[in-house]
Nanobody
Framework: QVQLVESGGGLVQAGGSLRLSCAASGFIFRLSAMEWYRQAPGKQRELVAGLTSGGITNYADSVKGRFTISRDNAKNTVYLQMNRLKPEDTAVYYC????????WGQGTQVTVSP
């Protein structure tokens, strides 16, 4: 079954950086587009970034130029490099294969202080 384990979150000051990781298993990772989502308190979950198996990326307007999604197919891992963090980036971050409708992972908490 699909397993997704997110890590790398933490508390950081505004302007700082974090690198999130997501270890995936239970599906053919190298053939799958991967996505990062986030959910802030009291808000709906939103798509932050996506990366196809062929290397095409897309980003939410709010993170363009600050976040970078990447992957290591040898490690079945997708990353989210987050730079110039803002307090509004505070959320729980999740990854999942594109189109997957199963359970979410536990997520990783990112807290950005002013």
């Amino acid at each position: 079954q699909v397993q997704l384990v997110e890590s790398g979150g933490g508390l950081v000051q505004a302007g700082g950086s974090l690198r999130l990781s997501c270890a995936a298993s239970g599906f053919i990772f190298r053939l799958s587009a991967m996505e990062w989502y986030r959910q802030a308190p009291g808000k709906q979950r939103e798509l932050v970034a996506g990366l196809t198996s062929g290397g095409i990326t897309n980003y939410a307007d709010s993170v363009k130029g600050r976040f970078t999604i990447s992957r290591d197919n040898a490690k079945n891992t997708v990353y989210l490099q987050m730079n110039r963090l803002k307090p509004e980036d505070t959320a729980v971050y999740y990854c999942r294969p594109s189109g997957y409708r199963g359970s979410w992972g536990q997520g990783t908490q990112v807290t950005v202080s002013p």
